[in-house]
């Protein structure tokens, strides 16, 4: 875990990017963070009328609870701001979703070409769709263990600082 | 093959879900600060899109066509999105936890939009059958996912230029949006009389 005020950058010089968590739980060790939820409208100020937010239970945020090595002292109910490198952000979300629906639809597409029929198609598409998440699991067991998929500790979140604040013209 | 590559291509670029049809909007403005997580969401919708075209494929032949219940399209659409968001949620929890985490913290897991609904209706509408119906929700989302990563680049420049107070935020963007689908209409060509 870096300090406070740690380089925007990862070890191979390539940008981070930014995420905002709350403390929950912390010993001398260990921090226990969950991840403020963002919408993929963004959020706005009908937030609370479109019901996207509501969706975000506690019981969801708690699946997305993730561990730090205490070094910079954090404290129970404290945002602060994590980092992860651009390029494991983008490797990870083509692991998670890039690479099952290219086998999939991989599947799919052949079986229409060789068969003509909707059901072959079908079937193989669930067939390409189960290897493509076999092989999304050995892949993320790969990042992980390289500790790409781990975030970094970056800095104390300003007071009313958002994600939407980062980055806005 | 040619009639599928085509499909992809011409609903990716020519008929693009966001700067032609004019859908999936809120995204396309709210998640389009950042490059990154433009790409990373991209893909997220790009899955969600393609799996429900084909669900509501299935749907719509099996179940609505032959017990005459049409009219309730679009509420069981909209019932079969909900179930593949949270398909694939459960599904990339289940292959990875890590990977769910870390995807959890910088990208909204939750990828609907109007755009997600809008594709399997016109999959009806224009009577596709599987394979078409996966390939065109496919080129939809392959072009909104396009449309999100060239608007993200250009609004991190925008956030460097020196652009007058009344038309900071969403006024700019708008613009540049619509700049932007009048060069995506030379995909369409020209008609001349």
Same mark, same amino acid.
């Given at each position: 875990m870096s300090p406070a005020g740690a380089s925007l950058f990862d070890s191979g010089g390539r940008p981070l990017v930014e995420g905002f968590a709350r403390v929950v739980a912390a010993d001398t060790a260990t921090a226990w963070l969950e991840p403020e939820q963002t919408s993929s409208c963004g959020g706005c100020a009908s937030a609370a009328a479109c019901g996207v937010k509501s969706g975000q239970g506690n019981r969801r945020l708690e699946a997305r609870r993730f561990a730090l090595a205490n070094d910079c002292q954090l404290r129970v109910g404290e945002r602060v701001v994590i980092g992860i490198s651009e390029y494991a952000l983008i490797r990870a979300s083509a692991t998670a979703y890039a690479i099952p629906l290219l086998c999939m639809m991989g599947a799919a597409v052949a079986a229409q070409l060789l068969t003509g029929r909707d059901g072959w198609a079908m079937a193989a598409a669930v067939a390409g769709l189960t290897a493509g998440l076999l092989i999304a699991r050995l892949r993320a067991g790969r990042l992980q263990a390289r500790g790409d998929l781990t975030p970094r500790y970056l800095r104390h979140a300003r007071s009313g600082e958002e994600c939407n604040d980062r980055g806005e013209d | 093959m040619q009639e599928l590559i085509l499909l992809v291509v011409g609903t990716a670029l =020519? +008929? +693009?879900? =966001? /700067?032609?049809?004019? /859908?999936?909007l809120c995204s396309f403005m709210g998640v389009t600060t950042k490059i990154d997580t433009a790409v990373g969401l991209g893909m997220a919708t790009t899955f969600v899109m393609t799996v429900s075209s084909m669900i509501a494929w299935g749907v719509e032949t099996f179940l609505l066509v032959p017990h005459d219940l049409a009219y309730l399209r679009t509420v069981t659409f909209i019932l079969v999105i909900a179930a593949v968001v949270q398909f694939t949620e459960s599904v990339v929890r289940k292959v990875s936890p890590s990977l769910f985490r870390t995807l959890g913290i910088y990208l909204? /897991?939750? #990828? #609907? +939009?109007?755009a997600v609904l809008g594709i399997p209706l016109l999959n009806v509408h224009d009577k596709f059958n599987f394979i078409q119906s996966m390939l065109n929700g496919f080129g939809a989302a392959l072009g909104f996912s396009m449309i999100l990563a060239i608007f993200a680049g250009l609004r991190e420049r925008l956030a460097l230029a020196a652009v007058p107070r009344l038309f900071m935020g969403p006024p700019i963007g708008f613009i540049t949006a619509s700049l932007l689908a009048l060069a995506f209409m030379g995909f369409s060509g020209i008609h001349t009389n």
């Open positions: - | =020519v +008929n +693009n879900v =966001v /700067l032609a049809r004019f /859908l999936g909204p /897991l939750i #990828t #609907t +939009n109007c």
